[in-house]
């Protein structure tokens, strides 16, 4: 399965506070949260089939980076399909960028 992977960012909440509201800013982007696993920082969800896409399995591993910031890393996997078109970087960033817009930081600098 094709899959990408982002680079690290930082968001300008603590861990608690992200970990605990991820559910929700995640379902609010069309994605259903499988698991969260505060304990590891491990935030597993899935994207359904659409038009475009049979679906993906995004991962996040988030850690706590200071007493007020959480670091956080994005990864999707196409579930279907060795070819994806860079279709699991386009999931990636909007991801991230939902996360940034909900809890405040800076997405990452683009990668070439």
Do not use: W
């Amino acid at each position: 399965m094709k899959s990408a992977t982002g680079p690290p960012f930082e968001v300008a909440q603590p861990y608690d506070t992200v970990i605990n509201a991820l559910p929700e800013v995640l379902t609010g982007a069309s994605l259903k949260v499988q698991a969260v696993d505060p304990a590891s920082g491990v935030v597993q969800a899935k994207r359904s089939m659409s038009m475009g896409s049979y679906g993906d399995n995004i991962t996040l591993q988030l850690g706590a980076s200071g007493p007020a910031a959480t670091s956080c890393t994005v990864r999707s996997e196409v579930v279907y399909g060795l070819i994806d078109f860079g279709h699991s970087k386009r999931q990636v960033k909007k991801v991230t960028d939902t996360i940034v817009a909900a809890f405040g930081g800076a997405p990452p600098p683009p990668t070439g």
